[in-house]
């Protein structure tokens, strides 16, 4: 069982000058032990006053990480009232990343949404007005990780994971079968049998474990489509937005792409953001192929923005856009602003309830109410803050290491030939650590698997 | 004015497994408790299996022993074969099983009722409960018109109510083996607001034992050295000669009969509308459900010394007669069997056990409380522990003191209890060891440890036999202390001992506890190598032995046990209601509303309660310091308590 200290990112997730990553709970001045290394090699931080600043190196075993400034508050003089070390580290995604992976590594779990000010709600350190959103927090971003981390992973990693859940279930039944009816069903040479079955499984939570250090369980970023008729000004808009003056974030590893995607940064918000062909009816074979994937990619999107031409006027082509995006979350561009207005505002409003605003790609015009829009929607929750997909890889990472560990108890007890009523413990464990990872719970899955699989009773 | 009204402290209704515990802990707490049955001879009956214990269930009746019940000390008068289950295995799933001499066991147990101070014994059945304006029960009325006036009830009706009973297409309207059914508590529950299921269970056939070949069976024994279930039955006494049961096996033959016969079994054709428990299923669900296994297990088990009866195990039916004799005689050693009762399912009303709080006292009336297959359960061992604790509480509350709650981590009690209360069940309950998440805690060799001293609290356990609990625990935790000093040196002696166990020879000292942890090693057999060994009992050796040989995974539990307490212990309001709390989903808000769960860790268990959900009842708990500072006080006033 993990430890109740948790950790993350607390800044945003964009390439900047400085990084924080905070750890708070019991055992946060135990975890920076293990990994801080002062420049002398002589200091050890739990030792150390409260609220003082040192400077040092962050390590991983032999392997250092970066250099750090440490700061530690200790409880009740923190803003969680619990012990609480930052990190102040350099800005980049990946150090940040690898510091926490890091200090998740020796003993602390990956915070939830809203964690941090949880538990400085829950220990008094936050008044009242202020309780009424946490609550909004918690539900809003409960809410959000728990879907996106199931939209966000790989279909291919998902049932990856399905198959391990059932081979795992599959051998708890039959373990506790025997248990429960042992003059019925014999475990003699089960756990030759077993040690084979968890080889098999360890090997494909190392290969998941792998893939997770790549980036490729979860694609970073909040995927957003552009979409529209030919010649509205889609590609123009895509320039537009990754040729201002910002930093563009270099592409995950390992994603494949099929359609033009580019990522931009809108301060510390990740956009995925895939331009589309222009949607319309047409007989063209090949360009029917492109607006049947368009549709598609509208579908699957976090973030749709449909950019219109106002200086024509709606067809049935814009009505069918329209329709698709009721059920999105979206935002409305009227592309063109400089030239003689058709379509207005108001016109648009009347068929759909979404953001609207005015721009002109050609003369960057209207861009900054752009980002502001979708700040906002983030900020408001309706869209995903990008840290919270890390989170959601954290946790994974951290899923997936600890049925890997259960795993490995449950060899070493085969090993050192312990009986097997232990083993289905460790393997309950595993299974319910992936379990996490698909947000399925045990609940009653182990006594149905017994049941029906299983003829029991006399 | 009814023709005859009596007034006890306790009514007990019913006086089956649960309800001779319920009405035994009360009366011996110094309650004037009454128990109510529709037939005397019936008490403590056992209309299904001749046995008690088995897995899992064999730690219930440890731990209704070491709390001050009765049904271990009763098999252990009267058990006829006894197998430790298991013991190949680790200690968490060692599980005591014992053949019971059904007659006798059910003699001693009304012997036992007959004999304990402020107990009466009464043959009625009961039609109605009573209560006052506030709900609290005052009473219950038998057919008869009799008031019997009480402060606290408890209601263990087993398979009585509206019982019917199932044998292909005939359908008679009777309790298990032809007693009289219950048919008008049922009424008088729904017309106070009580939710009632009906539920469905099924016993094979009992056969005679004289018309069975058994040379075409394979003979199965006891064990050699028997353990009895109650901690306070001298072990001297319990190696007695033991019966044999026989192993056979169904075949296809006996699978086409069935297949054949399908739409005569009621299962089948629709007639029975309860539901049953897939854990025991009839042989035509076998069948039908396993329809790739070839054969199934029959065993042949007798039901007593005095009578030629056999139990067919495994071969449950409701189907009709002239099918049962058809494909019981396909069975070897059955060709020319001679059935002596027929198989049938049985049919009866139970409640929703999610009605009742973990004292499994109503919610909805004060001082009314039910234990055993009434709430949802299946099996002796589980009502017994379930009536023990309704009665406990039933005393505890006319008592005026806390009731008792045994949680996850204290008690395979506690888990049954738990599930009952808390999680949706539309089957049957039958304990299991994979259902309790502790089990390397709650041992059955353990259970002294564990239990006694609320047993004694209670007053249940004598100031004698707790004492003797104490003392254990403390030579206990004295030897291990030694064990884990004592350095074992690589001298010739050691090497020698290893070698001729099969030991890897030692390079360097150890202490005799790593020893122990070597699997082909344990605390006995090192005697020899361990010169300042004390002399202990054999319960203080195993108990030694197991925790060291475990430690590792016993420390663990124990951590999680920890975190699982933290939880348990943060109260919520009673009565509340849930939809104050702004941002819970409405699913969360009915079924909490509903269950009304008593902690935090509770609410966590009921099914569709989400930990978003957990974390925002948290916040909201916070909150209460400024919003309501009373009822802060109050639920955490209590935490400290506790």
Redesign the interface.
Known sequence: ?KT?TIAAIATAMSPSGIGIVRISGPESLEVIDKIYVSRKKDKKLSQCKTHTIHYGYIYDGEEMVDEVMVLIMKGPNSYTREDTIEIDCHGGVYVMKKILETVLKYGARPA?PGEFT?RA??N?RI??SQ?ES???V??SK??YALSSSLSQLKGSIKDDIVKIREKLIHE?AFI?SA??????YS?DDYPEQLKTIVDGVLDNINRLLGSVDNGRILKEGVSTVIVGKPNAGKSSLLNTLVGEDRAIVTDVAGTTRDVLEEQINLDGITLNIIDTAGIRETDDVVEKIGVDKAKKYLQKADLVIYVIDSSTKLDDNDFEIIEDLKDQRAIILLNKSDLETETTVDVVKKYIDKPIISISAKHKEGITEIEDTIKDMFFKGDISFNDEIFITNARHKNALADSKESLELVLRSIA???????F??DLMNAYESLGNIIGESV??D??NE???KF???? | MPAIEENFDVCVVGAGHAGCEAALACARLGLETIIFTVSVDSIALMPCNPNVGGSSKGHLVREIDALGGEMGKNIDKTFIQSKMLNKSKGPAVHSLRAQADKAAYSMEMRKTLQNTEHLTIKQAEVSEIVTDDDNNITGVKTVTGALYNCKAAVLCTGTYLRARCLTGELVTHTGPNGLQAANHLTESLINHGIEMYRYKTGTPARVDKKSLDFSKMQEQFGDEKIVPFSFTTNPEDVQIDQESCWLTYTNEETHKIIRGNLDRSPMYSGVIEGTGPRYCPSIEDKVVKFADKKRHQIFIEPEGLNTTEMYVGGMSSSMPEDVQLAMYRTVPGMENVKIVRNAYAIEYDCINANQLYASLEFKKIHGLFSGGQFNGSSGYEEAACQGLVAGINAAMKIKEREPLILDRSEAYTGVLIDDLVTKESHEPYRMMTSRAEYRLLLRQDNADLRLSKKGHEIGLISDERYQWVCEKERLIKEEIERVNEVRIGANKEVQAFLEENNSIPLNTGVTLAELIRRPELDYDKLAVLDKNRPDLPEEVREQVNINIKYEGYITRQIKQVKHFKKLEKKKLPQNFDYSEIGSLRIESVQKLNKLQPLSIGQASRISGVSPADISVILVYLEQLKYTNPDLFYQLNGNEEEK
């Open positions: 069982m109740d939830e949880k709600f829950l008094g008044d009242l309780a946490v609550i909004d918690i539900n409960n809410k708890i506790e248990l429960d009816d042992p003059e019925h475990l050192d030939g312990m009986p097997e009523d232990f289905s413990i609940e009653d182990l006594v017994i049941f029906s003829c029991m009773g006399k």
